[in-house]
């Protein structure tokens, strides 16, 4: 079975441009996490959706960053305009959620993709 | 808030060394806890966990036993192999999904 896939694995893009990344959580898969890995900053969860909607953006760093889930199967993480301080490696990340008892399991993370603003 | 807190490293064995990489946190009611395991250039892969006081999470060799009263959760192998080089993360959940994460620390491992 296909895990968590993410797209592109590596960008690079000049500061003010704006960036997206993708992400296919495994199928049947109900929640979706971003984070992003930093040397300085360690691993930071971003947002997180549930069946789609988005429950906790406290982590998104700037309005420059906006999420979406427009459906179950993909994900899209923007930046616009991009910095140099938001090069990191972004990882998407899928679990399943019982609605019912609130309770969350194993998150399977993608790859990564790897931004470098200059 | 909570926080996880991990040994620096990189931790450096020889192969077939005992392996420790201390884990402390703080937290607010009782979290579950985890150790994920990040290969170079992979993303992060669930290691083990322990959902209550006391439990032990155990796989490929690994453990880690979830102590309440030192607010800890230490990794330990027995015999470590080059192999198991790689970047490890303690982490634990707020409310059943968040999870938070230490820095990690990079595990080194030579022949």
């Known amino acids: 079975d296909a895990g968590v896939i993410q797209s592109p694995r590596h960008e690079v893009t000049e500061m003010g441009q704006e960036v997206t990344l993708r992400c296919k959580p495994i199928s049947g898969h109900n929640s979706l996490f971003w984070y992003r890995q930093t040397m300085m900053r360690g691993l930071e969860l971003l947002i997180y959706f549930n069946n789609n909607v988005p429950i906790d953006d406290s982590g998104m760093p700037e309005d420059r960053f906006s999420a979406k889930m427009p459906n179950a199967s993909f994900s899209t993480l923007k930046i616009q305009p991009s910095e140099p301080r938001d090069s990191a490696v972004y990882f998407c990340a899928s679990s399943l959620f019982f609605t019912g008892t609130g309770v969350g399991y194993e998150q399977y993370f993608g790859p990564g993709t790897r931004l470098t603003v200059t | ?111």
């Open chain 2, 1 to 111: 808030g909570n926080s996880v807190t991990q040994m620096e490293g990189p931790v450096t064995l020889s192969e077939e060394a005992f392996l420790t990489i201390n884990c402390t946190y703080t937290a607010t009611g009782y979290p579950s806890l985890f150790w994920y395991v990040q290969y170079p250039g992979e993303g992060l892969q669930l290691l083990l966990k322990a959902t209550k006081a006391d439990d032990k999470g155990s796989n490929k060799g690994f453990e880690a036993t979830y102590r309440k009263e030192t607010t800890s959760f230490h990794l330990e192998k027995g015999s470590v192999q080059v192999s198991d080089s790689a970047v490890y993360f303690c982490a634990l959940s707020e409310g059943f999904q968040k999870l938070v994460f230490g820095t990690g620390t990079r595990l080194l491992v030579s022949p």
